[in-house]
Protein backbone atom coordinates (compact mmCIF):
# COMPACT_ATOMS: atom_id res chain seq x y z
CA UNK A 1 0.00 0.00 0.00
CA UNK A 2 1.37 3.55 -0.64
CA UNK A 3 2.34 5.58 2.06
CA UNK A 4 1.50 8.38 0.05
CA UNK A 5 -0.62 11.23 1.22
CA UNK A 6 -4.08 12.22 -0.60
CA UNK A 7 -3.00 15.72 0.29
CA UNK A 8 -0.72 17.85 1.85
CA UNK A 9 -0.96 18.33 5.74
CA UNK A 10 -1.82 22.02 6.51
CA UNK A 11 1.38 24.29 6.70
CA UNK A 12 1.86 25.65 9.85
CA UNK A 13 1.96 29.36 10.07
CA UNK A 14 5.61 29.39 11.62
CA UNK A 15 5.59 33.22 11.61
CA UNK A 16 5.73 33.13 15.60
CA UNK A 17 6.19 30.48 17.05
CA UNK A 18 5.70 30.37 21.07
CA UNK A 19 7.92 27.53 23.18
CA UNK A 20 6.83 27.10 26.77
CA UNK A 21 8.96 27.39 29.81
CA UNK A 22 6.83 26.11 33.01
CA UNK A 23 9.58 28.04 35.25
CA UNK A 24 9.77 31.27 32.84
CA UNK A 25 5.73 31.14 33.20
CA UNK A 26 5.84 31.13 36.54
CA UNK A 27 2.65 31.51 38.91
CA UNK A 28 0.46 32.40 35.97
CA UNK A 29 0.81 29.16 34.77
CA UNK A 30 1.90 28.19 30.90
CA UNK A 31 -2.15 28.28 29.61
CA UNK A 32 -2.81 31.21 30.76
CA UNK A 33 0.69 32.70 29.50
CA UNK A 34 -0.60 30.92 25.65
CA UNK A 35 -3.54 32.25 25.77
CA UNK A 36 -2.62 35.87 26.25
CA UNK A 37 0.38 35.41 23.55
CA UNK A 38 -2.09 33.30 21.13
CA UNK A 39 -4.99 36.42 21.20
CA UNK A 40 -2.03 38.86 20.36
CA UNK A 41 -0.98 36.84 17.05
CA UNK A 42 1.02 33.52 17.88
CA UNK A 43 0.96 31.39 15.30
CA UNK A 44 2.37 28.15 16.32
CA UNK A 45 2.83 26.82 19.91
CA UNK A 46 5.29 24.08 21.41
CA UNK A 47 4.99 22.18 24.80
CA UNK A 48 8.22 21.91 25.78
CA UNK A 49 9.14 20.64 29.42
CA UNK A 50 12.01 18.53 30.59
CA UNK A 51 10.70 18.17 33.84
CA UNK A 52 7.39 17.08 33.98
CA UNK A 53 6.75 13.39 33.65
CA UNK A 54 4.55 11.66 31.29
CA UNK A 55 1.09 12.21 33.38
CA UNK A 56 1.86 15.34 34.18
CA UNK A 57 2.79 16.66 30.64
CA UNK A 58 -0.14 15.15 29.14
CA UNK A 59 -2.36 17.06 31.62
CA UNK A 60 -0.79 20.13 30.85
CA UNK A 61 -0.73 19.73 27.10
CA UNK A 62 -4.64 18.87 27.27
CA UNK A 63 -5.57 22.37 28.78
CA UNK A 64 -3.24 23.75 25.98
CA UNK A 65 -4.99 22.19 23.16
CA UNK A 66 -8.34 23.39 24.97
CA UNK A 67 -6.95 26.75 25.35
CA UNK A 68 -5.95 26.62 21.32
CA UNK A 69 -9.25 25.45 20.43
CA UNK A 70 -10.54 27.02 17.31
CA UNK A 71 -7.80 29.22 17.04
CA UNK A 72 -6.58 27.40 14.29
CA UNK A 73 -2.88 27.40 16.11
CA UNK A 74 -1.45 23.90 15.94
CA UNK A 75 0.01 22.47 19.37
CA UNK A 76 3.52 20.53 19.14
CA UNK A 77 5.23 18.39 21.79
CA UNK A 78 8.81 18.80 22.33
CA UNK A 79 10.53 15.71 22.33
CA UNK A 80 8.06 12.99 23.33
CA UNK A 81 6.64 11.05 20.57
CA UNK A 82 4.79 9.01 22.21
CA UNK A 83 2.85 12.01 23.88
CA UNK A 84 1.51 13.84 20.83
CA UNK A 85 -1.70 11.01 20.86
CA UNK A 86 -2.54 11.23 24.32
CA UNK A 87 -2.29 15.13 24.27
CA UNK A 88 -4.00 15.41 21.06
CA UNK A 89 -1.58 17.27 19.43
CA UNK A 90 -0.75 18.73 16.56
CA UNK A 91 2.48 16.76 16.28
CA UNK A 92 6.01 16.95 17.54
CA UNK A 93 9.52 18.89 17.41
CA UNK A 94 12.68 16.30 17.55
CA UNK A 95 16.24 17.10 17.66
CA UNK A 96 19.11 15.69 16.22
CA UNK A 97 19.20 12.91 18.96
CA UNK A 98 15.79 12.27 20.17
CA UNK A 99 14.51 10.21 17.56
CA UNK A 100 15.33 9.55 13.77
CA UNK A 101 12.58 11.57 11.45
CA UNK A 102 11.84 8.67 9.42
CA UNK A 103 10.41 6.04 12.40
CA UNK A 104 9.03 9.37 14.05
CA UNK A 105 6.94 9.87 10.76
CA UNK A 106 5.96 6.07 10.75
CA UNK A 107 4.77 6.18 14.63
CA UNK A 108 2.83 9.46 14.01
CA UNK A 109 1.51 8.75 10.66
CA UNK A 110 0.77 11.34 7.65
CA UNK A 111 -1.59 13.25 9.45
CA UNK A 112 1.02 14.71 12.01
CA UNK A 113 3.46 17.69 11.75
CA UNK A 114 7.29 17.00 12.79
CA UNK A 115 10.02 19.96 13.33
CA UNK A 116 13.71 18.97 13.62
CA UNK A 117 16.40 20.64 14.66
CA UNK A 118 19.27 21.44 12.84
CA UNK A 119 22.62 23.07 14.00
CA UNK A 120 24.51 23.05 11.15
CA UNK A 121 24.47 23.35 7.36
CA UNK A 122 25.29 19.19 7.20
CA UNK A 123 22.53 18.69 9.33
CA UNK A 124 20.23 20.76 7.00
CA UNK A 125 21.56 19.25 4.02
CA UNK A 126 20.91 15.63 5.52
CA UNK A 127 17.43 16.59 6.47
CA UNK A 128 16.32 17.76 3.18
CA UNK A 129 17.72 14.48 1.70
CA UNK A 130 15.09 12.63 4.02
CA UNK A 131 12.20 10.85 2.47
CA UNK A 132 10.11 13.70 1.03
CA UNK A 133 7.08 14.67 3.40
CA UNK A 134 9.31 13.29 6.75
CA UNK A 135 9.62 16.40 8.17
CA UNK A 136 7.49 19.55 7.94
CA UNK A 137 9.92 21.94 8.82
CA UNK A 138 13.55 22.71 10.35
CA UNK A 139 14.47 24.74 13.48
CA UNK A 140 17.56 26.45 13.13
CA UNK A 141 19.97 27.40 15.86
CA UNK A 142 20.70 29.01 18.19
CA UNK A 143 21.38 32.10 16.24
CA UNK A 144 22.79 33.54 19.75
CA UNK A 145 23.68 31.63 22.90
CA UNK A 146 21.02 31.54 25.13
CA UNK A 147 20.75 30.67 28.60
CA UNK A 148 17.07 29.01 28.33
CA UNK A 149 18.63 25.82 26.61
CA UNK A 150 21.82 23.98 28.86
CA UNK A 151 24.65 22.88 26.76
CA UNK A 152 23.44 24.15 23.36
CA UNK A 153 25.27 23.77 20.09
CA UNK A 154 27.84 26.84 19.54
CA UNK A 155 25.88 29.67 17.97
CA UNK A 156 24.84 30.11 14.15
CA UNK A 157 25.22 33.52 13.83
CA UNK A 158 22.50 35.38 11.41
CA UNK A 159 25.26 34.22 8.62
CA UNK A 160 25.49 30.88 9.26
CA UNK A 161 21.28 30.65 9.70
CA UNK A 162 21.41 32.54 6.22
CA UNK A 163 23.65 29.78 4.98
CA UNK A 164 21.51 27.01 6.32
CA UNK A 165 18.64 28.20 5.12
CA UNK A 166 19.50 28.51 1.34
CA UNK A 167 20.29 24.97 1.58
CA UNK A 168 16.54 23.86 1.96
CA UNK A 169 13.31 24.70 0.98
CA UNK A 170 11.71 23.42 3.96
CA UNK A 171 10.49 25.68 6.11
CA UNK A 172 12.59 26.82 8.59
CA UNK A 173 12.56 29.19 11.55
CA UNK A 174 14.63 30.81 14.06
CA UNK A 175 15.39 29.87 17.61
CA UNK A 176 17.95 30.87 20.21
CA UNK A 177 17.62 34.57 22.35
CA UNK A 178 15.27 35.92 19.24
CA UNK A 179 14.10 39.34 20.80
CA UNK A 180 12.44 41.94 19.17
CA UNK A 181 15.21 44.04 18.75
CA UNK A 182 17.24 41.71 17.18
CA UNK A 183 14.86 40.58 14.44
CA UNK A 184 16.55 43.08 12.20
CA UNK A 185 19.62 40.95 12.13
CA UNK A 186 17.72 38.01 10.77
CA UNK A 187 16.25 40.12 7.66
CA UNK A 188 16.97 38.44 4.54
CA UNK A 189 18.21 35.39 6.37
CA UNK A 190 14.59 33.62 4.47
CA UNK A 191 13.33 32.12 7.48
CA UNK A 192 9.88 31.15 7.75
CA UNK A 193 9.56 32.99 11.32
CA UNK A 194 11.17 32.70 14.80
CA UNK A 195 10.50 30.08 17.60
CA UNK A 196 10.94 32.28 21.14
CA UNK A 197 10.81 31.06 24.68
CA UNK A 198 12.07 33.41 27.32
CA UNK A 199 11.04 36.67 25.05
CA UNK A 200 7.32 35.29 25.61
CA UNK A 201 7.54 32.71 28.43
CA UNK A 202 9.25 35.89 30.99
CA UNK A 203 7.72 38.93 29.51
CA UNK A 204 5.60 40.82 32.16
CA UNK A 205 3.01 41.24 29.44
CA UNK A 206 3.58 38.03 27.26
CA UNK A 207 0.22 40.25 24.90
CA UNK A 208 2.07 43.47 24.78
CA UNK A 209 5.71 40.91 24.43
CA UNK A 210 3.51 39.69 21.09
CA UNK A 211 2.38 42.39 19.44
CA UNK A 212 6.01 44.06 19.80
CA UNK A 213 7.71 41.00 18.29
CA UNK A 214 5.51 40.84 15.27
CA UNK A 215 6.02 44.45 14.75
CA UNK A 216 9.40 43.43 14.71
CA UNK A 217 9.05 40.72 12.30
CA UNK A 218 6.77 42.65 9.85
CA UNK A 219 9.81 45.46 10.00
CA UNK A 220 12.27 42.78 9.08
CA UNK A 221 9.73 41.15 6.50
CA UNK A 222 9.90 38.01 8.10
CA UNK A 223 7.13 35.36 7.71
CA UNK A 224 3.65 35.30 7.27
CA UNK A 225 2.87 38.35 9.68
CA UNK A 226 5.23 40.62 7.50
CA UNK A 227 3.51 39.91 4.20
CA UNK A 228 0.21 39.95 5.47
CA UNK A 229 1.31 43.48 6.72
CA UNK A 230 -0.46 42.42 10.34
CA UNK A 231 1.77 43.97 12.39
CA UNK A 232 -1.88 45.45 14.09
CA UNK A 233 -1.67 42.05 16.11
CA UNK A 234 -4.95 40.30 14.61
CA UNK A 235 -4.25 37.50 12.50
CA UNK A 236 -4.69 37.99 9.35
CA UNK A 237 -4.98 35.53 6.03
CA UNK A 238 -1.62 34.92 4.14
CA UNK A 239 -0.70 37.14 1.44
CA UNK A 240 -0.03 34.66 -1.80
CA UNK A 241 2.24 36.37 -4.20
CA UNK A 242 1.28 36.09 -8.00
CA UNK A 243 3.85 35.33 -10.41
CA UNK A 244 3.78 35.89 -14.11
CA UNK A 245 5.33 33.78 -17.05
CA UNK A 246 5.19 34.89 -20.46
CA UNK A 247 6.41 31.57 -22.31
CA UNK A 248 5.33 28.98 -24.51
CA UNK A 249 2.65 26.44 -24.39
CA UNK A 250 3.97 22.87 -23.79
CA UNK A 251 1.00 20.73 -24.71
CA UNK A 252 2.81 17.12 -22.81
CA UNK A 253 2.70 19.59 -19.31
CA UNK A 254 6.32 18.93 -18.43
CA UNK A 255 7.52 22.19 -19.90
CA UNK A 256 6.50 25.96 -21.01
CA UNK A 257 3.79 27.67 -19.77
CA UNK A 258 2.36 24.52 -18.32
CA UNK A 259 5.35 23.53 -15.77
CA UNK A 260 5.29 27.13 -14.78
CA UNK A 261 1.97 27.41 -13.76
CA UNK A 262 2.93 23.84 -11.74
CA UNK A 263 5.88 24.80 -9.89
CA UNK A 264 4.11 27.91 -9.14
CA UNK A 265 1.45 26.22 -7.51
CA UNK A 266 4.08 24.09 -5.75
CA UNK A 267 5.16 26.48 -4.33
CA UNK A 268 2.43 28.35 -3.16
CA UNK A 269 2.21 31.49 -5.54
CA UNK A 270 -0.83 32.30 -7.41
CA UNK A 271 0.45 32.11 -11.32
CA UNK A 272 -0.51 34.10 -14.32
CA UNK A 273 0.42 33.05 -18.07
CA UNK A 274 1.26 35.34 -21.17
CA UNK A 275 1.79 32.97 -24.01
CA UNK A 276 4.06 33.49 -26.72
CA UNK A 277 3.61 30.94 -28.70
CA UNK A 278 1.64 27.61 -28.93
CA UNK A 279 3.94 24.06 -29.93
CA UNK A 280 2.44 20.85 -30.86
CA UNK A 281 4.51 18.76 -28.54
CA UNK A 282 4.98 15.55 -26.85
CA UNK A 283 8.07 14.14 -24.71
CA UNK A 284 9.58 12.95 -28.04
CA UNK A 285 9.53 16.47 -29.35
CA UNK A 286 8.44 19.76 -31.14
CA UNK A 287 6.42 19.31 -34.30
CA UNK A 288 5.64 22.41 -34.61
CA UNK A 289 5.28 25.95 -33.86
CA UNK A 290 2.72 28.68 -33.87
CA UNK A 291 3.85 32.04 -33.00
CA UNK A 292 1.77 34.66 -30.88
CA UNK A 293 1.82 38.21 -32.86
CA UNK A 294 4.38 40.24 -30.78
CA UNK A 295 1.60 42.50 -30.65
CA UNK A 296 -0.91 40.17 -29.02
CA UNK A 297 1.68 39.35 -26.38
CA UNK A 298 1.64 43.17 -25.47
CA UNK A 299 -2.01 43.41 -25.45
CA UNK A 300 -1.65 40.20 -22.77
CA UNK A 301 0.97 41.70 -20.62
CA UNK A 302 -1.05 45.69 -20.78
CA UNK A 303 -3.94 43.97 -19.89
CA UNK A 304 -2.92 42.18 -16.93
CA UNK A 305 -0.77 44.70 -15.59
CA UNK A 306 -3.59 47.02 -15.67
CA UNK A 307 -5.27 45.02 -13.35
CA UNK A 308 -2.96 42.16 -11.23
CA UNK A 309 -0.13 43.23 -8.77
CA UNK A 310 2.64 40.84 -9.66
CA UNK A 311 5.37 39.52 -7.30
CA UNK A 312 7.46 38.31 -9.93
CA UNK A 313 7.92 37.38 -13.17
CA UNK A 314 9.46 34.77 -15.33
CA UNK A 315 10.42 35.24 -19.10
CA UNK A 316 10.68 31.35 -20.90
CA UNK A 317 10.15 30.43 -24.79
CA UNK A 318 10.19 33.47 -26.71
CA UNK A 319 10.42 31.83 -30.24
CA UNK A 320 11.02 34.95 -32.26
CA UNK A 321 13.21 38.30 -32.61
CA UNK A 322 9.90 40.33 -32.84
CA UNK A 323 8.61 38.70 -29.55
CA UNK A 324 11.87 38.80 -27.72
CA UNK A 325 12.35 42.86 -28.62
CA UNK A 326 8.73 43.76 -27.37
CA UNK A 327 8.99 41.37 -24.18
CA UNK A 328 12.34 43.73 -23.41
CA UNK A 329 10.55 46.57 -23.91
CA UNK A 330 7.71 45.61 -21.59
CA UNK A 331 9.77 44.59 -19.15
CA UNK A 332 12.10 47.77 -18.73
CA UNK A 333 9.29 50.80 -19.01
CA UNK A 334 6.07 48.32 -17.83
CA UNK A 335 7.54 46.03 -15.36
CA UNK A 336 8.63 46.54 -11.66
CA UNK A 337 9.42 43.52 -10.14
CA UNK A 338 11.93 41.03 -10.05
CA UNK A 339 12.12 39.20 -13.25
CA UNK A 340 14.14 36.10 -14.17
CA UNK A 341 15.15 35.24 -17.59
CA UNK A 342 15.28 31.31 -19.42
CA UNK A 343 16.98 32.00 -21.87
CA UNK A 344 15.30 29.37 -23.67
CA UNK A 345 16.86 28.06 -27.22
CA UNK A 346 16.75 24.04 -27.45
CA UNK A 347 14.33 21.80 -26.19
CA UNK A 348 15.35 18.67 -24.02
CA UNK A 349 14.52 16.59 -26.61
CA UNK A 350 17.06 18.75 -29.04
CA UNK A 351 14.21 20.47 -30.94
CA UNK A 352 14.97 24.77 -31.55
CA UNK A 353 12.79 26.83 -29.53
CA UNK A 354 14.35 30.26 -30.45
CA UNK A 355 14.72 31.38 -34.39
CA UNK A 356 18.16 31.93 -34.62
CA UNK A 357 18.28 35.32 -35.88
CA UNK A 358 16.55 35.87 -32.29
CA UNK A 359 19.44 35.01 -29.79
CA UNK A 360 20.93 39.00 -30.37
CA UNK A 361 17.08 40.00 -29.17
CA UNK A 362 17.33 37.57 -26.08
CA UNK A 363 20.82 39.09 -25.12
CA UNK A 364 19.49 42.62 -25.38
CA UNK A 365 17.03 41.74 -23.15
CA UNK A 366 18.93 39.76 -20.34
CA UNK A 367 20.15 43.66 -18.87
CA UNK A 368 16.68 44.56 -18.47
CA UNK A 369 16.31 41.10 -15.93
CA UNK A 370 17.76 40.31 -12.53
CA UNK A 371 19.06 37.02 -12.96
CA UNK A 372 19.24 34.86 -16.21
CA UNK A 373 19.74 30.86 -16.29
CA UNK A 374 21.36 29.84 -19.16
CA UNK A 375 22.13 25.84 -19.23
CA UNK A 376 25.85 24.91 -21.15
CA UNK A 377 24.80 25.38 -24.61
CA UNK A 378 22.61 28.53 -23.89
CA UNK A 379 25.53 30.27 -22.17
CA UNK A 380 27.98 29.15 -24.97
CA UNK A 381 26.04 30.81 -27.98
CA UNK A 382 25.41 33.85 -25.76
CA UNK A 383 29.04 34.35 -25.12
CA UNK A 384 30.02 33.06 -28.97
CA UNK A 385 32.43 30.58 -27.22
CA UNK A 386 32.60 26.78 -27.08
CA UNK A 387 30.75 25.22 -24.81
CA UNK A 388 31.99 24.55 -20.80
CA UNK A 389 33.44 21.21 -20.37
CA UNK A 390 34.88 21.23 -16.97
CA UNK A 391 33.34 22.84 -13.71
CA UNK A 392 36.44 25.08 -13.76
CA UNK A 393 34.98 26.40 -17.72
CA UNK A 394 31.73 26.91 -16.34
CA UNK A 395 32.58 29.29 -13.34
CA UNK A 396 34.72 31.54 -16.35
CA UNK A 397 31.88 31.43 -18.61
CA UNK A 398 29.27 32.08 -15.43
CA UNK A 399 31.55 35.56 -14.61
CA UNK A 400 32.21 36.71 -18.48
CA UNK A 401 28.92 36.25 -19.09
CA UNK A 402 27.13 38.26 -15.93
CA UNK A 403 30.00 41.01 -16.91
CA UNK A 404 28.89 40.84 -20.52
CA UNK A 405 25.13 41.12 -19.26
CA UNK A 406 25.68 43.32 -16.20
CA UNK A 407 23.21 41.09 -14.33
CA UNK A 408 23.07 37.94 -12.09
CA UNK A 409 23.55 34.53 -14.34
CA UNK A 410 22.79 31.31 -13.02
CA UNK A 411 24.92 28.37 -15.34
CA UNK A 412 23.38 25.62 -14.94
CA UNK A 413 25.54 22.48 -14.58
CA UNK A 414 22.88 19.97 -15.81
CA UNK A 415 24.80 19.03 -18.96
CA UNK A 416 28.04 18.51 -17.15
CA UNK A 417 28.84 14.48 -15.98
CA UNK A 418 29.59 14.05 -12.44
CA UNK A 419 28.07 12.38 -9.23
CA UNK A 420 26.64 16.21 -9.13
CA UNK A 421 25.08 18.74 -10.60
CA UNK A 422 26.85 22.11 -9.82
CA UNK A 423 25.03 25.29 -10.77
CA UNK A 424 27.19 28.57 -10.46
CA UNK A 425 25.55 31.87 -9.45
CA UNK A 426 27.77 34.77 -10.39
CA UNK A 427 27.08 37.90 -9.49
CA UNK A 428 28.91 41.22 -9.15
CA UNK A 429 31.97 39.34 -9.47
CA UNK A 430 31.05 36.91 -6.65
CA UNK A 431 30.82 33.27 -7.49
CA UNK A 432 28.07 30.60 -5.78
CA UNK A 433 28.13 27.13 -6.13
CA UNK A 434 24.30 25.62 -5.63
CA UNK A 435 25.10 21.79 -5.41
CA UNK A 436 22.86 18.44 -5.38
CA UNK A 437 23.35 14.82 -6.07
CA UNK A 438 23.05 14.12 -9.71
CA UNK A 439 19.66 12.42 -10.01
CA UNK A 440 19.54 9.17 -12.40
CA UNK A 441 16.07 9.55 -14.50
CA UNK A 442 15.03 10.69 -17.57
CA UNK A 443 12.46 12.71 -16.81
CA UNK A 444 14.56 15.67 -17.39
CA UNK A 445 12.05 17.23 -19.49
CA UNK A 446 11.07 20.94 -18.62
CA UNK A 447 13.86 21.16 -15.60
CA UNK A 448 15.31 24.34 -17.28
CA UNK A 449 11.52 25.87 -17.35
CA UNK A 450 11.11 24.27 -13.73
CA UNK A 451 14.10 26.06 -12.20
CA UNK A 452 13.39 29.48 -13.39
CA UNK A 453 9.82 29.37 -12.06
CA UNK A 454 10.61 27.82 -8.71
CA UNK A 455 13.48 30.85 -8.46
CA UNK A 456 10.42 33.53 -9.67
CA UNK A 457 8.17 31.72 -6.83
CA UNK A 458 10.64 31.38 -4.50
CA UNK A 459 11.98 35.47 -4.65
CA UNK A 460 8.63 36.48 -4.62
CA UNK A 461 8.30 34.69 -0.73
CA UNK A 462 11.29 35.49 0.48
CA UNK A 463 13.43 38.58 -1.66
CA UNK A 464 16.78 36.86 -1.89
CA UNK A 465 18.19 35.60 -4.62
CA UNK A 466 20.65 33.27 -2.81
CA UNK A 467 17.82 31.74 -0.94
CA UNK A 468 15.57 31.97 -3.81
CA UNK A 469 18.24 29.64 -6.07
CA UNK A 470 18.82 27.69 -3.13
CA UNK A 471 15.65 26.58 -2.34
CA UNK A 472 14.77 26.36 -6.23
CA UNK A 473 17.56 24.00 -6.26
CA UNK A 474 16.03 21.45 -3.86
CA UNK A 475 12.72 21.75 -4.71
CA UNK A 476 14.06 20.59 -8.32
CA UNK A 477 16.18 18.20 -7.06
CA UNK A 478 13.23 16.64 -5.42
CA UNK A 479 11.09 16.94 -8.30
CA UNK A 480 13.68 14.78 -10.12
CA UNK A 481 13.80 12.33 -7.34
CA UNK A 482 10.55 11.55 -7.35
CA UNK A 483 9.72 12.05 -11.24
CA UNK A 484 10.04 8.26 -11.91
CA UNK A 485 6.76 7.67 -11.41
CA UNK A 486 5.69 10.01 -14.31
CA UNK A 487 6.02 7.72 -16.83
CA UNK A 488 3.58 9.48 -19.65
CA UNK A 489 4.96 8.88 -22.61
CA UNK A 490 8.23 6.88 -24.82
CA UNK A 491 10.40 9.92 -24.50
CA UNK A 492 11.40 11.83 -21.52
CA UNK A 493 9.18 12.71 -18.84
CA UNK A 494 8.25 15.61 -16.94
CA UNK A 495 9.53 16.18 -13.15
CA UNK A 496 7.24 15.51 -10.26
CA UNK A 497 5.90 19.33 -9.59
CA UNK A 498 3.60 18.26 -6.58
CA UNK A 499 5.82 15.48 -5.28
CA UNK A 500 5.05 17.14 -1.58
CA UNK A 501 1.65 16.24 -2.09
CA UNK A 502 1.36 13.08 -3.65
C1 LIG B 1 11.19 25.24 17.07
C2 LIG B 1 12.23 24.54 17.83
N1 LIG B 1 13.50 24.54 17.40
C3 LIG B 1 14.47 23.91 18.09
C4 LIG B 1 14.17 23.25 19.26
C5 LIG B 1 15.19 22.49 20.01
O1 LIG B 1 14.93 21.10 19.96
P1 LIG B 1 16.09 20.11 20.45
O2 LIG B 1 17.27 20.35 19.60
O3 LIG B 1 15.52 18.75 20.49
O4 LIG B 1 16.38 20.62 21.91
P2 LIG B 1 15.35 20.54 23.12
O5 LIG B 1 14.24 21.51 22.90
O6 LIG B 1 14.82 19.14 23.17
O7 LIG B 1 16.19 20.91 24.29
C6 LIG B 1 12.84 23.26 19.70
N2 LIG B 1 12.48 22.62 20.82
N3 LIG B 1 11.89 23.91 18.96
C1 LIG C 1 15.01 25.14 22.78
C2 LIG C 1 16.14 25.82 22.13
N1 LIG C 1 16.80 25.23 21.10
C3 LIG C 1 17.78 25.95 20.62
S1 LIG C 1 17.95 27.40 21.46
C4 LIG C 1 16.63 27.03 22.45
C5 LIG C 1 16.15 27.93 23.53
C6 LIG C 1 15.59 29.21 22.98
O1 LIG C 1 15.13 29.96 24.08
P1 LIG C 1 15.22 31.55 24.09
O2 LIG C 1 14.25 32.04 23.08
O3 LIG C 1 14.79 31.92 25.51
O4 LIG C 1 16.65 31.91 23.83
MG1 LIG D 1 14.70 17.58 21.86
Known amino acids: MSTRRAGPRPRPDLSLYLVTDTVLCGDRGVPAVVAEAVAAGVTCVQLRDKTLDDDSLVALGRELRQVLAGTGVPLLVDDRVHLVEPIGADGVHIGQTDMDPVEARRILGEGALIGLSTHSVGQVRAASALPVGTVDYLGMGPVWATATKAGHAPPIGPDGLAAMRAESWLPAVAIGSVKAHSLAALAGSGVDGVAVVSALCAADDPAAATRELRAALARAGIGRTASAGGASGKASPHRVPSVLSIAGSDPSGGAGIQADLKAFSALGAHGCAVLTALTAQSTQGVTGIHPVPAAFVREQVETLLADVRLDAVKVGMLGSAEVARKVAALVRDRVDCPVVLDPVMVSTAGSRLLATDAVEAVCALAPEVDLVTPNGPEAAVMLGAAEATTLAEQREQAVALAERLGTRVLLKGGHLAGAESVD ?62 LDIGAGPGPVHHFHPWW
Do not use: F, M
Open 424 to 485: VLAEEGRLRELRAPRVDTRNTHGTGCTLSSAIAAEHAHHSDWGVAVGRAKHYLTRALQEADG
